[in-house]
């Protein structure tokens, strides 16, 4: 991530995200235990926990934006973080599910610097692992006893078939050479924007929020999810393989139908043009291909449209969040935390 944001309570938002990577991880620990043992082993090791063989090994687990997400949004409407732990362990469960399987499906075989779990366990044993914590994650939102469990079971579940049906089209878009810029714009808002927007609309509900607050804030996430998945793929191009721990040009390589590439694709330029030559091609792209298509990404507009519209929906995310928050303190480390995740290098 790049620069430090500090808020006015004087918590930065890398701070806000390493005290929530803690609170969350006191009850994700305990819930993954419960995992039948060939579950738990993958699971424990993709989060980071052990290697391979089941020794300790303290990887990096992941930035956990969703569930400080959730968290922070309970602080937002007045409520405690305590109160939507279960939620935000819930979110984080999900989150990971669909990790699991994205590895799978887009055949990356490095996540967070090191090998992915189906590379290391198999491609079966990872996708029922994924089952396995998508499973985890609805009982544990169910376990917590909140008044407002009904309700939040079925924004959950929800924004999970909206993620799935998300991650389909993306899929679809691989075989295809006709893709819409609306269309690939609603697949980024299923497929990111929906878990964001639940994390936030659950917090609130956890924390007691109005059904304003509530909906603001479930507005809130879903605008900071899409305006994170043009970040991310703007990083799948153009990202430092050292910093993002994918390879260069890993979304090129693969011929992803990625935001800022649909956009040149579009763009009825000659760049647009000699990229969709390039890129609907039938031979592997070589290294000069890809710095080739990268450029022409670039030229065809794809790579400054993509950051103004990140730029365009953290605004109207932020409008969202001081419509709905009642504490400052709260209301600015999240908004810290939005402006941080839409400007970061990883």
Wanted: proline content about 5%; aromatic content about 6%; some cysteine.
């Amino acid at each position: 991530m790049t620069a430090v944001e500090v808020t006015a309570e004087g918590r930065s938002a890398r701070e806000v995200l390493a005290w929530s990577r803690d609170l969350v991880e006191s009850a994700l620990r305990p819930a993954a235990d419960t995992l039948p043992p060939s579950m738990r082993r993958i699971a424990g090791y993709h989060f980071g926990w052990w290697d391979e063989h089941g020794r300790p090994a303290g990887a990096d687990g992941g930035k956990a934006i969703r569930p400080a997400l959730v968290l922070l949004a309970a602080e937002v409407v007045g409520g405690g973080a305590a109160a939507a732990l279960p939620a935000a362990v819930a979110v984080e469960l999900a989150h990971n599910f669909s990790l699991l399987h994205d590895d799978v499906m887009d055949g990356d075989r490095t996540r967070r610097h090191r090998p992915t779990a189906w590379t290391v366990f198999g491609v079966s044993p990872a996708i029922l692992a994924g089952d396995a914590l998508l499973t985890l994650a609805f009982d544990v939102l169910a376990a917590g006893g909140h008044p407002a469990t009904p309700r939040a079971a079925r924004i959950f579940s929800a924004a999970i078939q909206e993620l799935l049906e998300g991650q389909h089209t993306d899929v679809a878009f691989e075989r295809r050479q006709d893709v819409e810029l609306a269309e690939c714009l609603s697949m980024a808002a299923g497929k990111t924007g929906a878990l964001l927007g639940c994390a936030c609309a659950l917090g609130a509900l956890f924390g007691g929020g109005s059904l304003a607050q509530v909906e603001h804030l479930h507005a809130f996430g879903r605008d900071l999810g899409l305006a994170f998945q043009f970040v991310d793929d703007l990083l799948g191009i153009w990202g430092d393989p050292e910093v993002t721990g994918k390879p260069v040009y890993s979304d090129l390589r693969s011929r992803k139908k990625s935001l800022p590439v649909v956009a040149a694709l579009s763009s009825a330029t000659p760049a647009g043009r000699e990229l969709a030559g390039l890129y609907h091609g039938e031979h592997p792209l070589s290294d000069a291909d890809l710095v080739h298509a990268a450029g022409l990404v670039d030229a065809g507009g794809g790579r400054t449209w993509s950051q103004a519209q990140a730029d365009e929906l953290l605004t109207r995310a932020l409008g969202h969040l001081r419509s709905a928050g009642t504490v400052p303190g709260s209301v600015a480390e999240l908004g810290a935390l939005a402006r941080l995740v839409t400007r970061r290098d990883h």
